[in-house]
Nanobody
Framework: QVQLEESGGGLVQAGGSLRLSCAAS????????IGWFRQAPGKEREFVGS????????YYADSVKGRFTISRDNAKNTVYLQMNSLKPEDTAVYHC????????????????????WGQGTQVTVSS
């Protein structure tokens, strides 16, 4: 079992930055690919990006490419989502997820197929 807890969300103006953290407990995070997903009110959960076990490969949705960066510190059992140049359309609840599959697979598999999820943290971007 892996327990995931997100933190770092909040209210920010358009153009600003936030860094989200995803801390794991229960099992070592290095055994899993980690994905970030977001869900806005009335919309389906969507893939934001993912990182492989070693941190050597990352994948991003086109909507965030060039603005968001995922990194991980396996020694701290933590994954980060650095969000720059935020836009009002980035407003959503952001969830991290862990899965024994690959980071690339997390970008295409249905969310229901992903093994572990955090509760999420709210990000609100004002215009």
């Amino acid at each position: 079992q892996v327990q995931l807890e997100e933190s770092g969300g909040g209210l920010v103006q358009a153009g600003g930055s936030l860094r989200l953290s995803c801390a794991a407990s229960g099992r070592t995070l290095s055994s899993y690919a980690i994905g970030w997903f977001r869900q806005a009110p009335g919309k389906e959960r969507e893939f934001v990006g993912s990182i492989n076990r070693s941190g050597g490969s990352t994948y991003y949705a086109d909507s965030v490419k060039g603005r968001f960066t995922i990194s991980r510190d396996n020694a701290k059992n933590t994954v980060y989502l650095q969000m720059n140049s935020l836009k009002p359309e980035d407003t959503a609840v952001y969830h991290c997820a862990a899965d024994p599959s690959t980071a690339q697979a997390m970008g295409v598999m249905p969310p229901a197929g992903i093994e572990y999820w955090g509760q999420g943290t709210q990000v609100t971007v004002s215009s």
